[in-house]
């Protein structure tokens, strides 16, 4: 009989029943062979497309040893190597003063131009010679750098420092047959800074301008020259808006695909939505009140430094100045990936007796603040303020200055008794450029002009040491110290936050940073194009 006739035969009831069991049939062979598919292959990424990352401001000299302009180090991060990603082999002396390392054979620039030790040579002399007034100075001040071949290099340091390597890794090369025959004072006017050549996984193409000079728009393509393998983007391009008003909108309109704050607003949190990543990655930089008892006598008594820290309730402060999960408690300038453990405090009894015997001693406890004109730093030291009137502090006088003003006239001269500000640690244990006492006064970074000598000996030998038991057991011992002598009440700790549309893949941070740009240092790997490809195929290639 024709399946046709033998349909027909059947009753109504029978009719549904069969019909539900092919459609059954059919919905569970496509689900075997999708799972089989699944099971049998996966999505890789492939070369092309196009990212766009929005910024606000503007690039002036795309150099990183000229510049501390954040527009320039992003765009830099993805169109120079650095010497970590060059090397192949790294040898130490017994002393850790002397380090000799090896590049990689081959090596050329965007243009062709082969990389040498010359140009490593070429990037610690200008960067360690003062008219050049690089913001890498004092990383490489006083070392020693010589060629020992076309491909070897030694660096011989005036004492051992346990950290030197991570400086050599994240030192950025620039090209000597670019640079080289200008005088240092000079670099920044050169032509290259906006049109660079460098090593790294991108190389310049062109920008974009509007008539009054504003770069709207610059753009990378693969560099053909990469030593490594070439980076699965086709184009990255930056574009500039003067506001971050400006910059959000675009984002909502998608004429970005993604853009990253330092600045943990509610207006930027909220573009996590549907469609969009979000990534919260730590940074080592803390806030805290630093205390200078020279202007005001009050704060020379540690018992008075530490009624005022523990009558600050920081968790209030996080719950009401910082969307979710955008700040977290520090207790000390050494920044972990883990939740630290807090002091033990005086109870509210306790900080109001002292304060009330403070009191009766001086005439008026009165105290004053600086603060940067920052919104997230004003809303902290409102409530800041309130928690000490509470405990009866008679005047908390909070001085918002714009940031631009509080380096000259402020910091330089230690003019201030109390100012809120921040510090990032470059090496996240190596924090003598702002406890040593040594570092008390300007270009140094002790903001609480601290000074104890057992705190400077363990700072010494944290930077010295390379056995890393000792090491922790140093670090545990400055903190300690730290939290004893109360130089400073440390408050919170912020992260960068980076936010792009799902179609970018590959974007991932594995460490704290120290510097937004950071976030570039793996973007060869990011995507937007995948292929489907048999899982045993994929294993061959691999």
């Not at 401001?57 to 190597?81: E, F, H, K, M």
């Not at 000799?100 to 002399?125: A, Y």
């Not at 050169?190 to 301008?209: A, D, H």
């Not at 006064?441 to 002790?446: A, K």
Request: aromatic share 10%; no cysteine; net charge negative.
């Amino acid at each position: 009989m024709y399946p046709k006739l033998i349909f027909n035969s059947f009753s109504k009831r029978e009719k549904v029943i069969f019909l539900a069991a092919i459609a059954i049939f059919i919905i569970g062979s496509i689900t075997r062979a999708t799972v089989a598919v699944d099971q049998s292959s996966d999505f890789i990424p492939v070369r092309g497309g196009t990212y766009r990352e929005g910024e606000v401001g503007q690039p002036i000299a795309i150099n990183p040893v000229t510049s501390s302009n954040p527009v320039d180090l992003d765009i830099s991060a993805a169109i120079y190597s650095t010497l970590g990603d060059l090397l192949t082999n790294h040898d130490t002396d017994k002393d850790g003063q002397i380090h000799s390392v090896k590049i990689k054979e081959g090596l050329k620039w965007s243009n062709g131009t082969p990389l040498t030790s010359d140009d490593v040579i070429f990037t610690v002399r200008t960067i360690q010679n003062p008219d050049t007034k690089s913001p890498l100075f004092k990383n490489w001040e006083g070392v020693v750098v010589e060629r020992i071949s076309e491909l070897q290099i030694r660096f011989t340091l005036q004492t051992s420092y346990a950290f030197f390597m991570e400086n050599v890794e994240k030192l950025p090369i620039i090209p000597e047959h670019i640079f080289g025959k200008l005088p240092p004072a000079n670099l920044k006017l050169s032509t290259y800074n906006l049109e660079p050549i460098g090593s790294g996984p991108y190389k310049f193409e062109s920008f974009s301008k509007r008539k009054d000079g504003f770069i709207k728009e610059y753009r990378l393509k693969q560099n053909e020259h990469y030593h490594k393998n070439q980076p699965f983007l086709e184009n990255v391009f930056f574009v500039f808006f003067e506001t971050e008003k400006d910059l959000l909108q675009a984002f909502s309109l998608r004429q970005i695909d993604g853009f990253g704050s330092t600045n943990p607003k509610e207006e930027i949190v909220a573009q996590k939505r549907r469609g969009t990543v979000t990534n919260i990655i730590p940074m080592s930089r803390y806030y805290a009140i630093f205390f200078n008892s020279n202007i005001n006598p009050i704060l020379k008594n540690e018992t008075t430094r530490t009624a005022l820290r523990d009558a600050i309730d920081k968790n209030q402060i996080i719950e009401k100045v910082f969307p979710e999960n955008t700040a977290r408690v520090t207790e000390g300038p050494i920044i972990k990936a883990e939740n630290e453990s807090a002091p033990e405090k005086l109870s509210k009894d306790e900080i109001i007796k002292h304060i009330e015997k403070r009191k009766a001693v001086e005439e008026r406890f009165s105290l004053n603040l600086v603060i940067p004109d920052v919104d997230f730093l004003e809303e902290t030291a409102k409530i800041i303020k309130e928690n000490w009137e509470s405990i009866g502090i008679d005047d908390v006088n909070l001085i918002e200055l714009p940031s631009e003003d509080l380096l000259e006239n402020v910091i330089k001269p230690n003019n201030y008794e109390m100012i809120l500000f921040g510090n990032i640690v470059e090496i996240s244990e190596d924090v003598f450029p702002f406890w040593h006492s040594s570092e008390r006064f300007y270009p140094g970074l002790n903001l609480s002009l601290y000074k104890n000598s057992e705190a400077d000996t363990l700072m010494e030998r944290i930077r010295q040491g390379d056995n890393t038991k000792e090491k922790a057991q140093h670090v545990k011992e400055l903190e300690e110290a730290l939290q004893e002598d109360v130089p400073a009440i440390f408050l919170y700790s912020l992260p960068y936050i980076h936010i792009h549309t799902e179609k970018l893949k590959g974007f991932e941070t594995k460490n704290i940073i120290a510097s937004p740009s950071e976030r570039f240092k793996n973007i060869a790997n990011w995507h937007t194009k995948t292929a489907r490809i048999v899982k045993d195929e994929l294993e061959t290639q691999e």
